[in-house]
T-cell receptor, first 115, second 112 residues
Framework: EPEVTQTPSHQVTQMGQEVILRCVPISNHLYFYWYRQILGQKVEFLVSFYNNEISEKSEIFDDQFSVERPDGSNFTLKIRSTKLEDSAMYFC?????????????FGSGTQLSVL | KQEVTQIPAALSVPEGENLVLNCSFTDSAIYNLQWFRQDPGKGLTSLLLIQSSQREQTSGRLNASLDKSSGRSTLYIAASQPGDSATYLCAARKEGNRKFTFGMGTQVRVKL
């Protein structure tokens, strides 16, 4: 069965450093997302991406965050200058188009620890 | 602003018992609602998706109902098994956007 893959599974970084989280969505999907889950809290929406541009973003997704689809398969989330409160599990997800392809498929996540 | 609440927060049942998990949402203008399963330290697996025009969806031992007007969805798991132990999350998507709003989840433990 096709799946969303994320790398790395764990990332430890120092406050102020830049990190790039990588994702390979399901190949025929057209919508891509990043969500995050801080330990003990709800899964939160960060951003959705369609047709090579951001279609929606949350208040969390400020100027420190950016997304990119650098080629036909990868989808990345960059955090420019990490803060302690960015520590969370970051999930990439993708979905297809049309009413029968609305299900969100999630990757296994990248656990980001900012020290 | 959409708020999604799940009750109970945790549930422990003996094997074979049926499970009933509740989800409520404050804004009834939803486009669809998904139920997910999350295992510790893992990603989310979509179990069922109900469109706003539907009343229920079934997959094997799982059945999800949706009552838009009252802002509620219920996930039923028949004849629970130890392998059903996980956290179950409900997420609602509003009309006009693609963002899902999640609940905190119900942590389920099925005892042998």
């Amino acid at each position: 069965e096709p799946e969303v893959t994320q790398t790395p599974s764990h990332q430890v970084t120092q406050m102020g450093q830049e990190v790039i989280l990588r994702c390979v969505p399901i190949s025929n999907h057209l919508y891509f997302y990043w969500y995050r889950q801080i330990l003990g809290q709800k899964v939160e929406f960060l951003v959705s991406f369609y047709n090579n541009e951001i279609s929606e973003k949350s208040e969390i997704f400020d100027d420190q965050f950016s997304v990119e689809r650098p080629d036909g398969s990868n989808f990345t989330l960059k955090i420019r200058s990490t803060k302690l409160e960015d520590s969370a599990m970051y999930f990439c997800a993708s979905s297809g188009q049309g009413i029968s392809n609305e299900k969100l498929f999630f990757g296994s996540g990248t656990q980001l620890s900012v020290l | 602003k959409q708020e999604v609440t799940q009750i109970p927060a945790a549930l422990s049942v003996p094997e074979g018992e049926n499970l009933v998990l509740n989800c409520s949402f404050t804004d009834s203008a939803i486009y669809n609602l998904q139920w997910f399963r999350q295992d510790p330290g893992k990603g989310l697996t979509s179990l069922l998706l109900i469109q706003s025009s539907q009343r229920e969806q079934t997959s094997g031992r799982l059945n999800a109902s949706l009552d838009k007007s009252s802002g509620r969805s219920t996930l039923y798991i028949a004849a629970s098994q130890p392998g059903d132990s996980a956290t179950y999350l409900c997420a609602a998507r509003k009309e006009g956007n693609r963002k899902f709003t999640f609940g905190m989840g119900t942590q389920v433990r099925v005892k042998l």
